[in-house]
């Protein structure tokens, strides 16, 4: 598993970045059913051992609950107010992160009671821009959106290349968190086989990798 050094600062934290060799047994655990829109719902301890339908990212104020999110290409993001205590995990596939998942996970803690400039994102392995392809209706759905800035979508012959994690990285920025409180993990799970499950690579047969962040 992996770790985020910014997130491992926090002594009361338990999080990290599963891969395909970790054998994990959670406690108190709670999921989001992932359905690739942009919910984020705020659970309490009631909701130990739950799916809870319809979101793909959760918070809570509680402690004693970790939040798990599954991936196998997509993007894991953690989120914690040190002032706070508040956590926060969403999961950012192509479709979440054209509807800006990441931002509003970070209102979501805010509403909560969070404050930005307490808050420490961490974006989790995924797939690459190395890795993923994209078909041209798409790419102008996303240069219209977020403009074309040369950071999160390239082209090489005549195939677009869409990078998630850095798209991402520029809505934490623009949701107000300090580049400084953002860590971003490096790994693409569609080249490093031996570490990730990868959907675009395998298909049906992938796996997934757990990501986890609990306060005690």
Not at 37 to 62: E, F, H, M, P, Y
Not at 99 to 111: F, P, W
Not at 167 to 177: D, K
Request: charged share 25%.
């Amino acid at each position: 598993m992996m770790q985020s050094k910014k997130l491992s600062k926090f002594p009361d934290l338990i999080h990290y970045f599963g891969t395909r060799n970790d054998n994990i047994t959670l406690g108190n655990a709670v999921f989001a059913e992932q359905v690739h829109k942009d919910r984020i719902a705020v659970v309490r301890k009631s909701d130990k051992s739950k799916v809870i339908q319809g979101a793909d990212g959760l918070v809570t104020a509680d402690r004693n609950i970790n939040l798990v999110i599954k991936t196998a290409d997509c993007v894991p993001i953690l989120f914690f107010d040190k002032k706070t205590g508040i956590i926060g995990a969403c999961h950012a596939g192509w479709k979440g992160t054209f509807a800006g998942i990441a931002g509003n996970t970070v209102k979501q803690l805010l509403m909560l009671g969070g404050k930005v400039e307490d808050i420490t994102a961490a974006i989790g392995p995924h797939v690459g821009a190395c890795c993923y392809t994209i078909e041209e209706e798409r790419a102008t759905q996303f240069i219209e959106k977020f403009g074309l800035n040369n950071t999160y979508i390239g082209k090489t012959d005549n195939k677009y290349y869409l990078d998630l994690g850095r798209l991402n990285f520029e809505i934490l920025l623009s949701s107000g968190i300090k580049k400084g409180n953002i860590d971003f993990i490096l790994g693409c799970t569609c080249c490093q086989e031996s570490l990730y499950y990868s959907f675009r690579r395998d298909k049906e047969r992938a796996g997934r990798m757990i990501s986890v962040i609990g306060i005690i």
